[in-house]
């Protein structure tokens, strides 16, 4: 398996081109379920999770075709010719469960595996499933299966959900395009990705209100035609690699960059003493200078803090001027990086959903585990700034959400290689 090696120490300087939002393409893709007609996606992201997403709509019959070295996705479902979605795939990746919606709403009933994806807590899928019936749909679990199954199609209907939650919002938001009469989602998710998904489904002939707000009201059609869309700027990718000047020290442009839709992330960084300018590129960061301030973070959907960025966060504050607190309000057991970057000299102290850190002068390199996603390229960030080496291994999980992690970083100065595995 490989490794990624790191060397802390030094400024960086240059610029980083920030790719489309895993989370968007992730959704996006199965919306090509919801019609016969092609959709297009530019400006994807190259990561395992876009090609387990691939994997899983071409084993329901989807035509995907990765076109520009993976930058364009070419989708068909002219016919959906498997209505399963196997275990086998469900389980390397929860988003799978965004197939449900849209095969039932198109074809009236799916057979969806129960998900897996990052250890991250229970993660259960309820809110998808009850919102689903709220349009009529009729549910079965059996033997690790949700059966589902919707005779004479979805029907409009209130969804009233107890806790926000994106990826319900998104599954039920496909659905109710194709479901006969409105259907209003209340505690709707506002993230930009369901922004995203609300734009492309319009192009594709989709009637939706009120995205980007608590309450999203849909006017179902008949049908959806095919459409081409760009994928929305990665948020949780800009602000890991804001991350990196702001540790180590200098100037990075991320190209794309936009201040929307990091707005909360980027008021925590101005307390702790980072600067960040628009430019007409992207976002410029810099740290304004010496040891940067501690500051308090709580994890929310969005407009807040997000959760996805919160190990990341705490990478930085490991090395601040005093102690910070942390809470993960979104996610139970989302500290698993905390260990690991006590193994590098940082001081955390973990109680439920809280992390206490105390800045310390210098981490300091050291041999550590990737636990998901956002805890692996939490312990690259912390890398950069200890001294030494530090040797991240389980890169499966960077993979899976950070495209050239390796050439974007060398590309600014960072010392940073991927080491093959035996
Ligand atoms: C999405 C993102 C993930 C991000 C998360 C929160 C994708 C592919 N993933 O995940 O990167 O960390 O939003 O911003 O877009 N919950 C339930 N029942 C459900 C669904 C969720 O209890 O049926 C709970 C979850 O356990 C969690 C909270 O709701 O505590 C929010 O989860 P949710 O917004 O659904 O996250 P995902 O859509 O899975």
Redesign the pocket.
Known sequence: MDSILVTGGGELSGQIPIAGA???C??LMPATLLSDEPLTLTNAPRLS?IKTMTELLQSLGAEVTSLQDGKVLAMSSHTISNHTADYDIVRK???SI?VLGPMLARDGHAVVSLPG??A???????????ALEALGAELELKDGYVHAKAPGGLKGGIVDFP????????NVLMAATLAKGTTVINNA?R?P?IVDLADCLRKMGAQIDGDGTSTITVQGVDRLHGATHPVVTDR?ELGTYMLAPAICGGEVELLGGRLDLVAAFCEKLDAAGISVEETDKGLKVARRNGRITAVDVVTE??PGF???LQAQMMALLCTANGTSVLEEK???NRFMHAPELIRMGAQIEVHGGTATVTGVDQLKGAPVMATD??ASVSLILAGLAAEGETVVSRVYHLDRGYEHVVGKLSAVGAKIERIKGQ
Not at 163 to 170: D, K, N, P
């Open positions: 895993k989370n968007a992730l959704t999770d990746m929860r988003a965004l994806g990052c991250i807590g229970a993660r259960p899928v309820d809110l998808h499933l009850k806790l926000v939650s994106v990826g319900a919002t998104e998710a993230e990705e949780i959907p969005f997000p959760t996805d979104i996610f139970e996603l956002r």
